[in-house]
T-cell receptor, first 113, second 120 residues
Framework: QKEVEQDPGPLSVPEGAIVSLNCTYS??????FMWYRQYSRKGPELLMY????GNKEDGRFTAQVDKSSKYISLFIRDSQPSDSATYLC?????????????FGKGTHLIIQP | GAVVSQHPSRVICKSGTSVKIECRSL??????MFWYRQFPKKSLMLMAT?????????EQGVEKDKFLINHASLTLSTLTVTSAHPEDSSFYIC????????????????FGPGTRLTVL
C-alpha cells in the first residue's frame, strides 16, 4: 500500500462548480497536511496547510483533515478556469521544516469556461 | 514569499556523463534543503535531505554514490547526477523551509522551479 493515495484524474468540471479533491494516507504519524498547486513543469506552490484534524478556510478554498479516517480534502468553491492545474496533497511529521514532504500523485483539474 | 531558484532549468546530456544542478535560496538562509524527483504522472518523491556543513541524508533506495549532494553554504545546495543513464531522466526539484512565519509551529517549504534532465 502506498503511503499517500490520490486520484490522478483528470477531473473536469464546469466553471462555478464546487470541486472536491481528496487524499488518503496510511501513516498515522503525519501531523501536517498541505495542498500544493503545480502548473506544468513548474515547482509546487503552497495553497494551504492544516495541523492535525479540523477545517481551515482561505477565500474560496477549504481544507479538511480527518485523522481518524486518514483522509484529507480540499474544496474549491466558485471554481475558475484559472484554477486549472495539478493539485498535490502533501504531509509531514513535523512543521518545522526538518523533514521532507510525502506527496500524493496529484490530481489534474480542468475548469471548463 | 521566499524565493528558491534552480539552475539549469533544462539539461540534455549523453549517457555516462555527469550533470550538476544548483538550488539557491535567494532571500533567506537554509541550513536544510530537500531534493525531489518527479517522473511523469508520478508523485514528487523525496530523494535526500541536504544539510549545510554535513553529509546529506538519503531516502531508502536512492544511491548516494550516484546522486552526490553538496550543501556548500547557507544558500546553495548542489545535486550531481554521476554517470547519468536514460532512466535518470526526470524532473528534479529542490525545496527549502522558510523561517519566521506567522505560525511558529510551521515553516513553509518553498520549491524551486525544477530542472528537467534528459539523458540520451
Amino acid at each position: 500500500q502506498k503511503e499517500v493515495e490520490q486520484d490522478p484524474g483528470p477531473l473536469s468540471v464546469p466553471e462555478g462548480a464546487i470541486v472536491s479533491l481528496n487524499c488518503t494516507y496510511s501513516n498515522s504519524a503525519f501531523q501536517y497536511f498541505m495542498w500544493y498547486r503545480q502548473y506544468s513543469r513548474k515547482g509546487p506552490e503552497l495553497l494551504m496547510y492544516t495541523y492535525s484534524s479540523g477545517n481551515k478556510e482561505d477565500g474560496r478554498f477549504t481544507a479538511q483533515v480527518d485523522k481518524s479516517s486518514k483522509y484529507i480534502s480540499l474544496f474549491i468553491r466558485d471554481s475558475q478556469p484559472s484554477d486549472s492545474a495539478t493539485y498535490l496533497c502533501a504531509m509531514s511529521f513535523s512543521g518545522g521544516g526538518a523533514d521532507g514532504l510525502t506527496f500524493g500523485k496529484g490530481t489534474h483539474l480542468i475548469i471548463q469556461p | 514569499g521566499a524565493v528558491v531558484s534552480q539552475h539549469p532549468s533544462r539539461v540534455i546530456c549523453k549517457s555516462g556523463t555527469s550533470v550538476k544542478i544548483e538550488c539557491r535560496s535567494l532571500d533567506f538562509q537554509a541550513t536544510t534543503m530537500f531534493w525531489y524527483r518527479q517522473f511523469p504522472k508520478k508523485s514528487l518523491m523525496l530523494m535526500a535531505t541536504s544539510n549545510e556543513g554535513s553529509k546529506a541524508t538519503y531516502e531508502q533506495g536512492v544511491e548516494k554514490d550516484k546522486f552526490l549532494i553538496n550543501h556548500a553554504s547557507l544558500t546553495l545546495s548542489t545535486l550531481t547526477v554521476t554517470s547519468a543513464h536514460p532512466e535518470d531522466s526526470s524532473f528534479y526539484i529542490c525545496s527549502a523551509p522558510g523561517t519566521g512565519g506567522i505560525d511558529y509551529l510551521y515553516n513553509e517549504q518553498f520549491f524551486g522551479p525544477g530542472t528537467r534532465l534528459t539523458v540520451l
